[in-house]
């Protein structure tokens, strides 16, 4: 039976369903070693919730999250982005998916050294339709007063938050994150996690984030456990934490 997590934010009742993914299988092939990443992933994920997907390394989150992102296809399944068919997709309609939809946070920053936090972000901003301006995609993430600053002269948390605001600021419907917490301590990654769930409401993107860190799985209106290459367990909790009140 799912166990509730206590918390202070409310979680959101479950929407419409975003993605739907059945039967999803992915396998490798390594030399004469096929490695089976996906064996039979059957998912929803709903409009505007945050979801955590928590597992050990080689469960198949991070397989799963470049699926849904349009980075990969599946072997074998059904998967469908609302009307998008990202298994059928060619490679012309899966950039322009990823373009339009989907912004990705991952563990390593992947800023452009010789450019400012405000030049990193409107690397985005120039090719995205209806884009936040720069300026306020950091000030979404508390960095209004390192706009002109190098990744060089930054934290790790701040540049992990200059990454963030590159993919919120398209205004994606969907923010995948693959452990954006990794390369952090303690209280940093709870800045980052603080800064996601932000997106989350006040964008109203539904977010995702995979992680192998148990305590984040309170933050979300789901956890979804992988195992092996399958969906182990999928946990709603009736009230989300705040970073700041979870500890690891």
């Keep these: 039976m799912d166990q509730p997590v206590t918390g202070l934010l409310p979680s959101v009742p479950l929407r419409e369903a975003v993605f739907i993914a059945r039967g999803l299988t992915k396998a490798y092939r390594m030399g004469d070693v096929s490695v089976q990443?996906?064996?039979?992933?059957?998912?929803?994920?709903?409009?505007?919730?945050?979801?955590?997907?928590?597992?050990?390394?080689?469960?198949?989150?991070?397989?799963?999250?470049?699926i849904l992102?349009?980075?990969?296809?599946?072997?074998?399944?059904?998967?469908?982005?609302?009307?998008?068919?990202?298994?059928?997709?060619?490679?012309?309609?899966l950039t322009r998916y990823r373009r339009e939809h989907v912004g990705f946070v991952f563990q390593f920053y992947n800023l452009i050294p010789s450019l400012t936090a405000r030049e990193n972000v409107a690397l985005v901003t120039d090719i995205?339709?209806?884009?936040?301006?720069?300026?306020?995609?950091?000030?979404?993430v508390g960095l209004s007063a390192r706009l002109d600053h190098f990744p060089a002269q930054m934290s790790g948390g701040e540049q992990q938050r200059v990454a963030i605001a590159r993919a919120v600021a398209k205004r994606p419907d969907v923010l995948l994150c693959d452990e954006p917490?990794?390369?952090?301590?303690?209280?940093?990654?709870?800045?980052?996690?603080?800064?996601?769930?932000?997106?989350?409401?006040?964008?109203?993107?539904?977010?995702?984030?995979?992680?192998?860190?148990?305590?984040?799985?309170?933050?979300?209106?789901?956890?979804?456990?992988?195992?092996?290459?399958?969906?182990?367990?999928?946990?709603?909790?009736?009230?989300?934490?705040?970073?700041?009140?979870?500890?690891?």
């Excluded at 990654?189 to 006040?202: F, H, I, S």
């Design 128 to 140: 995205a339709e209806n884009p936040l301006r720069p300026e306020d995609a950091l000030e979404l």
């Design 181 to 248: 917490t990794g390369a952090l301590d303690v209280h940093t990654g709870k800045v980052v996690l603080e800064v996601l769930a932000r997106a989350n409401v006040e964008l109203k993107t539904t977010v995702g984030v995979i992680t192998h860190n148990a305590a984040i799985g309170q933050m979300g209106d789901r956890v979804i456990t992988m195992h092996d290459g399958r969906i182990a367990t999928v946990t709603h909790n009736a009230t989300r934490a705040k970073a700041s009140d979870i500890s690891w």
């Design 69 to 93: 992102g349009g980075l990969d296809t599946p072997t074998t399944g059904k998967v469908h982005y609302r009307d998008h068919d990202l298994f059928q997709a060619d490679d012309e309609a």
């Design 37 to 66: 990443a996906l064996r039979g992933v059957d998912l929803d994920l709903f409009d505007g919730e945050f979801a955590v997907l928590l597992g050990p390394s080689g469960s198949g989150k991070s397989t799963l999250l470049n």
